[in-house]
């Protein structure tokens, strides 16, 4: 069964049972915060203070704040009910989280006051230790229903599976899921154990609706594919409130990439109701919902409500970013080059197609290992988190783009494991995800309507100054960062890939020493070494 969009007559009969309704709720939400704790270009990266003082730069926790209590205060003052969820993903993607490792995410929430927040991949990014100290400093409740984590000497305890918060006289269950391939995009090491997100989410809306609970949330971070999917197969859920895929869902904005709220359609016909706010602090969702008296769903509307200079910054959140950000000020405003025009490390780009952020990292990967007799970069496009705009490239903006502090590795496979790496990094494109692949030294040409596993349909790779195709049969040395090369993203084929060295440095450090080689100027561009065919 496919998701269906709803508008015109089916939209009206749903908001035609708000009349005979009698408790609306409203929810506020965010995801994939990614650390911008300080506000964010255009291109996702963190703002300068010429381009916030030009009225030019978007979010940030003060304005997410700012916004929020707005909201809340007003629906609170006219007698409504309203809740706060956070859709996981605070950690990672700034020198804010490099810096604090997720202490600044634990204060900042503290102070907007969240009610429940799901667990993101990336909150695993540096073990369970990290998410564990994280945990011990919020009081809300953070949820994940398809983890076990109690065999986590860390973890044991501090993530529930569901949660009930009391609300205007009711009960209302929050039920959560994690992405299964986590253990592929991140590092939740052998103690934490997935199970499947559609069971486990059926099994926590069983166990609340016996406790008499009828209004229940979804707060997951799966993607808006799986959203789609769980909200199809699960009776009893009421809406999704989703993250991990970045979606701008609007209701009103025609660049959005969907409806907010998307719905889907369960077998008898009964509507889901599925919400996403982007990412980066860039919007605030707001989510409204309307339950008739047994807790049946009447109505869902509301919209994503952009965070740009017209919303004021809370002054005291935004001395408070300025005293964390002065530690890291020297490092982040410390230029490295120029970019002739914007390189493109949008999301949307580079894990989808050749993108300019994906060129720029692989050749400087590769460049900085040719002497090894290396051949071939494979760069992740999750790895790439922004864009860089014209003009000076200062090393905070490298280190947006390149944050999670991965170092060089190399190593060297046959053909054919690079064949099947493509295949990997090219299988799973509908669900944006990061294991696409950023290649230099290398070209290839996919197809995106053959069945994953069966995509590639050349490889060639540069001998001298000629393209001749890949031998399976060859040995050839690759260089990718440690993620990739442990097997991260799908890599299976890397990890035990012969002469395997952690050669490092850093990535961040390698494209800064890439663009001064070349003079301190680089200058965007595509030169067509991934091909996508229908």
């Not at 780009?349 to 300019?356: F, K």
């Not at 090369?485 to 494209?511: Q, S």
């Amino acid at each position: 069964m496919t998701a269906r969009l709803l508008g015109g007559a089916a939209a009206l009969a749903l908001t035609a049972g708000a009349a005979q309704a009698d408790y609306t709720l409203h929810i506020l939400h965010i995801n994939d915060l990614h650390s911008r704790i300080e506000s964010i270009s255009g291109s996702d990266s963190t703002c300068n203070a010429e381009d916030e003082a030009a009225g030019e730069c978007f979010g940030g926790v003060a304005r997410v704040y700012t916004k929020i209590n707005e909201l809340r205060d007003a629906i609170r003052a006219e007698g409504g009910n309203v809740i706060v969820l956070d859709a996981g993903d605070q950690f990672q993607g700034s020198l804010m989280y490099t810096t604090y490792k997720g202490e600044v995410e634990a204060e900042m929430m503290e102070k907007i006051g969240f009610d429940a927040m799901a667990v993101g991949n990336h909150e695993f990014d540096d073990g369970p230790e990290a998410l564990g100290a994280f945990l011990d400093k919020v009081t809300f409740p953070v949820i994940s229903g398809n983890i076990d984590v109690s065999a986590s000497n860390v973890l044991a305890g501090k993530v529930q599976d569901h949660v009930v918060l009391e609300v205007g006289g009711e009960k209302i269950g929050i039920v959560s899921a994690l992405a299964t391939d986590t253990v592929e995009t991140s590092s939740p090491g052998p103690t934490v154990v997935f199970a499947d997100e559609i069971e486990s989410i059926r099994a926590d809306v069983a166990a609340l609706e016996a406790e008499g609970v009828n209004k229940i949330i979804a707060l997951t971070h799966v993607g808006l594919p799986a959203d789609i999917r769980i909200a199809q197969a699960v009776t009893g859920l009421d809406a999704v409130v989703g993250g991990h895929s970045h979606t701008f869902l609007s209701a009103s904005d025609p660049s959005r990439q969907g409806a907010y709220p998307t719905w889907a359609s369960q077998e008898d016909g009964t509507l889901v109701p599925i919400v996403q706010a982007y990412a980066y602090s860039k919007y605030v969702g707001h989510l409204e919902l309307t339950f008739n008296d047994d807790g049946t769903l009447a109505y869902a509307g509301g919209d994503t409500i952009l965070l740009d200079a017209s919303v004021e910054p809370n002054a005291e959140i935004l001395a408070r970013v300025a005293e964390l950000a002065g530690p890291i000020e020297e490092l982040k405003a410390r230029p490295v080059g120029e970019a002739a025009d914007e390189i493109d490390g949008a999301r949307e780009s580079c894990r989808a197609v050749e993108c300019e952020m994906g060129n720029l990292v692989a050749d400087a990967m590769l460049d900085r290992v040719k002497d090894q007799g290396i051949q071939i970069a494979i760069a992740n496009g999750g790895g790439l988190r922004a864009s860089i705009d014209a003009g000076t490239i200062t090393m905070g903006e490298v280190l947006t783009v390149l944050p999670f502090q991965n170092t060089l590795a190399t190593f060297q496979v046959t053909g054919q494991s690079v064949i099947d790496a493509l295949e990997n990094g090219v299988s799973q494109v509908e669900e944006g995800a990061g294991r696409f692949p950023q290649v230099a030294g290398l070209r290839y040409t996919w197809q995106a309507s053959a069945e994953p596993g069966a995509r590639v349909r050349a490889v060639e790779v540069k001998e001298g100054d000629a393209w001749v195709p890949i031998d399976p049969a060859k040995t050839y040395g690759v260089v990718s960062n440690n993620y990739v090369r442990n097997g991260g993203d799908g890599y299976g084929m890397f990890v035990d890939a012969a002469n395997a060295y952690d050669y490092g440095p850093g990535l961040e450090l390698v494209v800064a020493d890439f663009i001064a080689a070349m003079g301190g100027t680089y200058t965007p561009y595509l030169d067509g070494r991934i091909t996508r065919v229908e």
